[in-house]
């Protein structure tokens, strides 16, 4: 099995189906929870995807790396 960069879908809707068919082959996507933001699982994650950076704290966004 291959490795695959890992991609941290953040949102609301725990329905991230279409963003895994997206990603397929790419990234292994793992939804995160935003009132799990603080598990540290988007400080090691190649792509956070998001509909709005409105939605994730300061401080999360900070720790992105750019």
């Known amino acids: 099995?291959?490795?695959l960069p890992s991609a941290v879908a953040l949102n609301c809707i725990d329905d991230?189906?279409?963003k895994q068919d997206h990603f397929s082959g790419v990234a292994a996507v793992e939804h995160v929870p935003l009132s799990h933001l603080a598990d540290g699982r988007i400080d090691s994650a190649s792509a956070v995807v998001l509909q709005s950076f409105?939605?994730?704290?300061?401080?999360?966004?900070?720790?992105?790396?750019?």
């Open 54 to 66: 409105a939605y994730l704290p300061r401080a999360a966004q900070r720790r992105l790396p750019p």
């Open 16 to 18: 991230f189906a279409m």
């Open 1 to 3: 099995m291959s490795w």
